[in-house]
């Protein structure tokens, strides 16, 4: 049967719109507390303040920049010590921006990397001694059908998420004998602002992808038996336009 969230501890990052937004409502519907993490104060502010108001969990909130070690270790060592502790990861703040290898400048070739690839390295590492104590925990890790293909002018993008995917399933390899769950999720395009912001095609509402879809598969793969973990799952459009 599957189990009930309800009163579980969850850290979400990149939580201020999209898809992480979408996550902690949908946990929070489910008597899950939340930590929730991005750059943008006012953001995070916002969704604290009306998912309080619709579920009555308790929201904390600690504006991080995920690239940066100092800034995610303490963000997430004030949200472990607010919550009392976690039971939840949702890796999902990621960034985007497509060009070829010779058109791109270094300089954001190298931010993808170190925002989606390393920024989630850094928050796993930091709160990964606190699940293994527990003998416990739930890691999901947001990385996308460009990290399963590479495309013309995705190189920096697939390159974080194709290394994302590495590092979960080694991560989950070496952790599952503490009862601790590594899932990936893989979604194709889905309507946010970073769709967006790259210039990709987006259909009507009833044909493309929503944040929602994607969070709704999160819940169900939490709610799985702890006995199992879904080790990474595709989510694509039934009737793309
Ligand atoms: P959005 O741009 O809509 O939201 C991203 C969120 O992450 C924002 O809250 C942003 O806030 C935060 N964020 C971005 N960079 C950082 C950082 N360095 N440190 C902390 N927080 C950060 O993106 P989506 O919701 O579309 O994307 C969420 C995840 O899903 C990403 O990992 C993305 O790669 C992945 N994905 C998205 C797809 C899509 O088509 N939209 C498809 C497949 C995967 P702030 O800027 O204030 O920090």
């Known amino acids: 049967m599957a189990q009930s969230l309800r009163g579980w501890n969850a850290i979400v990052t990149g939580a201020g719109k999209g898809i992480g937004k979408a996550i902690a409502e949908h946990l929070a519907k489910e ?28 929201v904390y909130t600690s504006a991080a920049d995920i690239a940066d070690r100092a800034s995610i270790e303490s963000a997430i060592a004030q ?8 039971d939840v990861l949702i890796n999902n703040a990621g960034t985007a921006k497509f060009g070829s290898v010779l058109d791109m400048p270094v300089e954001e070739w190298e931010r993808i990397i170190q925002v989606n690839l390393l920024g989630t390295y850094y928050a796993t590492r930091a709160i990964l001694p606190h699940m293994v104590e527990r003998n416990r ?9 460009a990290g399963e293909k590479g495309n013309a ?14 590092f979960t399933e ?7 004998k503490h009862n601790i769950r590594v899932m990936a999720i893989l979604p194709s395009t889905v309507n946010t ?9 987006l259909g009507d509402e009833d044909h493309q992808m929503q944040p929602e879809d994607v969070a709704e598969l999160v819940i ?22």
């Open 153 to 166: 002018t995705t190189s920096a993008y697939s390159a974080s998420k194709f290394g994302l995917l590495g």
């Open 79 to 86: 949200l472990k010590d607010q919550l009392g502790s976690v």
């Open 170 to 176: 080694s991560l989950m390899y070496e952790v599952r």
């Open 193 to 201: 602002e970073l769709a967006r912001n790259v210039g990709l095609k």
């Open 220 to 241: 169900d793969s939490l709610r799985l038996p702890n006995r199992v973990l879904l080790k990474s799952a595709t989510l694509i459009m039934t009737n793309p336009q």
């Open 31 to 58: 008597g899950v507390n939340l930590g929730l993490v991005a750059r943008t104060e006012s953001d995070l502010r916002q969704v604290a303040d009306s998912i309080r108001t619709a579920y009555g969990v308790s």
């Open 137 to 145: 925990g739930h890691i999901v890790n947001i990385s996308s059908t």
